[in-house]
């Protein structure tokens, strides 16, 4: 992962300082300073090696002392981090450390406030390809720290068989079918369902790994119990995934039916950043 790190802080420097920053040159070339990174709301804590190279890469010599780590659950007021260093490297990198730390650190908070809503149950919270381009590592990285669980990383690492490839291929059975001739070896191979019927249609085709789209509580109890019957005449494990108008106020009455995994696409598409300061001390 570090190469993907330190292309998205190369992205990041470049657009902000271009051919310069001219508002640090307002700063005497050799003054030192000390900064800290503060946090105004409780939050868990994400993208420290972003923040850390954003640094770095302006200044070598810039020493960082962490007080909290990527995955810890961070209070208001804490104090995150210590930084030292030339003022004026302190200054140009400040924006883009900020905006890594504040960004991945959202994703990871409101993925915990989901896996925290489902303790207990047996379903696991999910990811999903809804993510800002060019920062869809650092966002599924991000969902790990808070506890969830990442999906396919792409469209080359796994099948996900929606509605259209559904439509397009000519119906369940064929698309299952011509799933399993081109990718035998593929990590998983999934199919999204929209009713009860489609359920049994997949299981019928040989489906092991299903998607229940915006399925109510009582079509997925219903699913849950259809799945176990057919995996107890089968013998083979089937592995059920709810998505589609999923909230924290719903989350734990999906997550009790006994569904597997519950996939959310709010976890990296709707992100307001987590409230950061940095300050010279």
């Not at 105004?40 to 993208?47: D, H, I, M, Q, S």
């Not at 007021?77 to 990198?93: D, F, P, S, V, Y």
């Not at 996939?263 to 950043?273: E, F, H, R």
Request: some cysteine; proline content about 1%.
């Amino acid at each position: 992962m570090l190469e993907e790190i330190k292309n998205n802080v190369a992205m990041a420097l470049a657009e902000d300082i271009g051919t310069g920053d001219l508002t640090a040159q307002l700063i005497p070339e050799r003054q030192m300073l000390t900064a800290n990174v503060v946090s105004r709301e409780a939050a868990v804590l994400c993208g420290t090696d972003w923040f850390e190279l954003c640094f770095q890469t302006v200044s070598p010599d810039v020493q960082i002392r962490w007080f909290a780590r990527d995955g810890d659950e961070i209070v208001i007021g804490q104090k995150i981090c210590e930084i030292t260093g030339q003022a004026r490297a302190l200054l140009t990198a400040e924006r883009s450390a900020l905006n890594f730390l504040q960004f991945l650190s959202s994703v990871a908070t409101v993925t915990r406030r989901y896996v925290k809503a489902v303790a207990g149950t047996k379903a696991d919270i999910v990811d999903t390809r809804k993510t800002l381009p060019g920062l869809r590592i650092a966002q599924k990285y991000a969902v790990k720290c808070g506890g969830g669980v990442n999906h396919r990383i792409g469209l080359y690492d796994g099948i996900l068989i929606k509605e259209n490839h559904i439509a397009a291929a000519g119906g369940i059975k064929t698309v299952l079918k011509q799933a399993l001739k081109i990718a035998p070896e593929v990590v998983f191979i999934q199919i999204e369902v929209e009713s009860i019927t489609q359920l049994q249609e997949a299981l019928d085709a040989g489906a092991t790994m299903i998607l229940l789209d915006n399925f109510t509580v009582i079509l997925l109890e219903d699913a849950v119990a259809i799945s176990r019957n057919h995996s107890q005449k089968s013998g083979k494990n089937i592995l059920l995934e709810a998505s589609g108008n999923i909230s924290l106020d719903n989350v734990r009455r999906i997550a009790e039916t006994g569904v597997d995994r519950i996939s959310i696409g709010s976890l990296t598409k709707n992100i307001q950043a987590v409230d950061l300061s940095m300050r010279f001390v």
